[in-house]
């Protein structure tokens, strides 16, 4: 079986899945009737072919899995003790960061890490010069707004050295 094919396989299943998880009731009429909502979907809404360039890695990969829960627990505690404190509400603000991602779809994967983190939100992503907009929920001191950059830098290097072929090529 192809790669594409196997592909193609996964997405029904997981368009299935979500199916019967938005009804609430894993039947097998619901897991059914999700195949076919998947099959018209993917039929009369397909998705534009994304050029995957490079390998998967599989080191990087888990540090990635492992670096990026450690900050989704680190701020989501953060914002817990914003939301409990005395004080008022922490200054925010827009940061712009240039990513020397080359590949679409890993820059697609910073974007989806970056907002899984709470308190911060990729507002717009410009491919040509490779910017990024973050809405930062805590950028009061020169120290938050390091800890910001040394985050995304953090995850961009782990992105590139699990996905993008210029790493293994580098190695």
Known sequence: MTRERLV????????AVVYTALWGNASIAN?????????LI???LPLPRV??????????LVELVLV????????????AWFAVRRSG????GVLRV????????????????LNLIPGTMVLELDRTSG?????????????AVEKFYYTTRRLEGLLIRAFERKAQEAA
């Open 98 to 113: 240039r990513l020397a991602i080359d590949s679409d779809l890993v820059l697609v994967l910073c974007a989806d890490v």
């Open 89 to 92: 509400a922490p200054v925010s």
């Open 8 to 15: 193609r396989i996964g997405v029904l299943i997981w368009l």
């Open 51 to 60: 050029p995957v360039n490079g390998t998967l890695r599989v080191l990087p």
């Open 31 to 39: 897991l059914l009737a999700g195949l076919v909502v998947g099959v």
């Open 131 to 143: 910017v990024a907009w973050v809405h930062v929920l805590d950028v009061g001191s020169d120290d």
């Open 68 to 79: 990026t829960a450690y900050y989704a627990i680190e701020s989501s505690l953060q914002i």
């Open 42 to 44: 993917m039929v009369l």
